[in-house]
């Protein structure tokens, strides 16, 4: 069976936006995946929108072949179909509950699982429909290992044309035939998966900045050319006016006169007009190729210092009560001033879970600590818009400043109705620093950032002052930042040191 999706001159701008975030885009998608990258609020999550029907061009048309399901990145609520999907009778559904780990009363409890665990129930209701066309954000999201490595299988098995918009390096090599780069309104298709397609990228950048170079050093030249020619021109005027002669200079007359019939003066300046029209192509062909430039990225998180505590943070060992019968045990805890702690387990092994429990015994006020869950809920993303509306000139400059390190134009993120998840976690970020945080805690910090960004906090968090107690599963995110390991396996924490 043949399937079809192309979009045809699309244009979409969200209200109050300060420009559009397409323009007369046309693109045709073929079987298989396509990768979908780009920075923050660049409008990867709104182009699958579009093409799944949430979202309507403001001109212009998404052509279809057959159903669309649309997988969005957040998981806050149980997907509608999965119920159907646990009864139904046929083998693919068996199989997909089978291989991806999932069972009827994880729909009972969809409030206690964890975050991967939503992720795989949202991506296996979305494979049971057998659609034509899948679009998926972010679907690595909250996976640990194995989660990840049961997902590509199953993905990898897909027969239609799908989507997807990530930033798990490893996932759009594995998938995907053929990448789009969305940079400030511009969409770029390259060949092979995403490796392949920054590499080309980063060559097409050096092959621009070298044109432009060469450009700008024969607009120099041409102009001062122009400027010599404009020099001899205006002298030999001089040497062809009478005003200087004296008036009885009857010889010094002739000889101008015969000058201007043999065009002396006008070589001149047909030259300069030459050299002018030289100029002006230059210019133009300088415009023409537009700002040119590598993307520079870089953070330093002023979050005050380290904490005249030695100690941050004991709790006793202890047993913690996960739900559905299941514990998990820890030895006694304890976060020094200047620990950097990597928490890892699987999904459902009760990370999140421990860590809220952590919270209330810090030695520290709220103010010295900053905490962000995994997902910015509307409540949270709501506080903190507001929170910006209400900072005076100089905080207001510092927390953009952050926003801008990490690669989003501020004048973007301002606007609430398109802001993505990425950029709700770069504003998040950057209100930190208006406080002297001693303790930063992070619960999946790199979910929604794009890549660069991600490099970027690693770096950041790697020279900040101060103690860490981070949950990921980027094992070289982890590798990068933190030197204590706290690992939970079989409902049991056991403390060691990361392997740098």
Known sequence: ????????????????????????????F?????????????????????????????????????????????????????????TATDGYAFRLCENLKLTPEMLARWQTLSLGERKKLQIATALFQRPDILCID??????????RELLLRELAAFRGIGVIVSHDRELLDAL????????????????GGVTAGIAAQESEIDQLLTQQQTLKRELKRTKTEL???????????????????????????????????????????????LQ???????????????QVKKAQYGLKIPYGGYSSRNTLLELPAGVLPLGESRTLT???????????????????????????????????????????????????????????????????????????SLGSRPERVLDSASCSPGEWRKLFFGLGVLRQVKLIVLDEPTNHLDLPSIRCLEVALAE?????????????????????????????????????
């Open 330 to 404: 820890f030895p006694e805890l304890v976060v020094g001033n200047r620990d950097r702690i990597a928490l890892t387990g699987d999904n459902g092994g009760g990370k999140s879970t421990l860590l809220r429990r952590l919270l209330p015994e810090l030695k520290l006020n709220p103010t010295e600590y900053l905490y962000m869950p995994q997902e910015l809920d509307s409540s949270m993303t709501a506080a903190i818009y507001a929170t910006l509306r209400e900072l005076g000139r100089d905080d207001f400059s510092k927390v953009m400043n952050v926003v801008a």
């Open 176 to 191: 995907c035939s053929q990448c789009l780069f969305l940079e400030h309104g511009k969409a770029t298709l390259r060949a």
């Open 276 to 290: 002018h029209k030289a100029a002006e192509r230059a210019e133009t062909e300088l415009a023409e190729l537009g």
């Open 1 to 28: 069976m043949s399937f079809h999706l192309f979009i045809s001159r699309i244009s979409f701008e969200y209200d109050g936006a300060v420009e559009p975030l397409f323009d007369e885009l046309s693109l045709s």
């Open 138 to 147: 972010e679907p690595t999201n909250h996976l640990d290992a194995s989660g």
């Open 464 to 500: 900040c002052a101060g103690a860490l107690l981070l949950i990921s599963h980027d094992q070289m995110f982890l590798e990068k930042t933190c030197s204590t390991h706290w690992h939970i396996a079989d409902g049991v924490l056991r403390k060691g040191f990361l392997a740098q």
């Open 227 to 273: 400027q010599r020619r404009r020099e001899k021109e205006q002298k030999s005027r001089n040497a062809d006016c009478k005003r200087k002669l004296d008036r009885h200079d009857h010889d010094g007359k002739g000889r101008i006169d015969a000058a201007r019939i043999t065009g002396r003066d006008r070589t001149a300046g047909d030259l300069a007009k």
């Open 30 to 86: 073929p079987g298989g995946f396509t990768g979908v990258v780009g920075a923050n609020g660049c409008g990867k999550s709104t182009l699958l929108k579009l093409l799944s029907g949430l979202l309507k061009p403001d001109r212009g048309t998404v052509s279809a072949s057959g159903p669309v399901v649309f997988c969005m990145q957040e998981v806050f609520e149980p997907p509608a179909v999965a119920a159907k999907m646990f």
